[in-house]
């Protein structure tokens, strides 16, 4: 039986089955290990290697690809790098970095609070990859049936990356610099708010890159930030120019026709 049709099986099952939690377990069975001799020994955790070794062990998304598992300096956040999967959609992207996320989670005694999944694209003319980042409480509730599927999976974002992309050069890939910025970028989506322009994507994609930050990845974080205030500074000029253009544009009487008094 071929990947796809393997995926295509899975993700009808985890969509259509009332019990997730049941689902769960089954697709990771195989990831269930115990902590080998030589564990880091921050928090208990297993080393990058173990973790590594076990996601291309248990083939946890059955397409037997290779990993890499890198912590963040905190040991809070732990970046697992895999492979893009070709004629994968968003919601395969999703479930993929749930299943990772639950067996690396799983390794570390669930004490990890969250994974990040970079889906890196292996042809030169799609550069980039795609992020997803799973916290604990994803993973529980889809697990515990506290939210449905679809529910759960229309809350996780995906974050393209493009490396080619150069950074505005006001937004550096520093901590401070971006933790400014956020406060700024908040202030521009809460005017627009007062404003009643819709702002909920503006709300996702600020979540996006308080998400990607708390990986340490501040490139990338420094990266969505600085598309978010694009398309804010994008909607900002639109609005102005609807409130400036009566002024500018005074409607004149059609020819031939008496004014109205």
């Given at each position: 039986?071929?990947?796809k049709?393997?995926a295509?099986?899975?993700?009808?099952?985890?969509?259509?089955?009332?019990?997730?939690?049941?689902?769960?377990?089954?697709?990771?069975?195989?990831?269930?290990?115990?902590q080998?001799?030589?564990a880091?020994?921050?928090?208990?955790?297993?080393?990058?290697k173990?973790?590594?070794?076990?996601?291309?062990?248990?083939?946890?998304l059955?397409?037997?690809?290779?990993?890499?598992?890198?912590?963040?300096?905190e040991?809070?956040?732990?970046?697992?790098?895999?492979?893009?999967?070709?004629?994968?959609t968003p919601?395969?992207?999703?479930i993929?970095?749930?299943?990772?996320?639950?067996?690396?989670?799983?390794?570390?005694g669930?004490?990890?609070?969250?994974?990040?999944?970079d889906f890196?694209?292996?042809?030169?003319d799609?550069?980039?990859?795609?992020?997803?980042?799973?916290?604990a409480?994803?993973?529980v509730a889809?697990a515990?049936?506290?939210?449905?599927?679809?529910?759960?999976?229309?809350?996780?974002?995906?974050?393209?990356?493009?490396?080619?992309?150069?950074?505005?050069?006001?937004?550096?890939?520093t901590?401070?610099?971006?933790?400014?910025?956020l406060?700024?970028t908040?202030?521009?989506?809460?005017?627009?708010d007062?404003?009643?322009?819709?702002?909920?994507?503006f709300?996702?994609?600020?979540?996006?890159?308080?998400?990607?930050?708390?990986?340490?990845?501040?490139?990338a974080?420094?990266?969505?930030?600085?598309?978010?205030?694009?398309?804010?500074?994008?909607?900002?000029s639109?609005?102005?120019s609807?409130?400036?253009a009566?002024?500018?544009?005074?409607?004149?009487?059609p020819?031939?026709?008496?004014?109205?008094?």
């Open positions: 039986m071929s990947y049709t393997k295509a099986i899975v993700l009808i099952a985890l969509l259509a089955s009332p019990s997730t939690s049941v689902l769960l377990q089954k697709a990771g069975a195989e990831s269930q290990t115990t080998t001799p030589g880091a020994k921050i928090n208990n955790f297993p080393s990058e173990e973790i590594t070794a076990q996601l291309e062990r248990s083939n946890v059955n397409n037997h690809a290779s990993f890499s598992a890198k912590f963040n300096s040991m809070s956040a732990l970046t697992v790098s895999t492979a893009m999967i070709e004629g994968s919601k395969d992207y999703k993929s970095a749930l299943l990772v996320a639950r067996t690396a989670m799983k390794m570390c669930n004490k990890l609070p969250r994974v990040r999944v890196k694209s292996t042809h030169r799609q550069p980039g990859f795609r992020s997803v980042v799973i916290r409480g994803d993973v889809f515990s049936k506290l939210e449905s599927p679809d529910v759960l999976l229309d809350s996780i974002n995906i974050v393209i990356i493009d490396p080619k992309v150069k950074l505005s050069t006001k937004i550096r890939p901590k401070t610099a971006i933790d400014d910025a406060k700024q908040k202030g521009k989506i809460a005017d627009l007062r404003r009643r322009v819709g702002v909920k994507v709300q996702t994609m600020y979540s996006e890159v308080v998400e990607l930050e708390k990986t340490r990845d501040f490139r974080a420094a990266q969505q930030l600085a598309n978010l205030n694009q398309h804010l500074n994008e909607q900002e639109y609005i102005d609807l409130h400036k009566p002024l500018r544009h005074k409607r004149k009487a020819a031939n026709v008496p004014p109205k008094h």
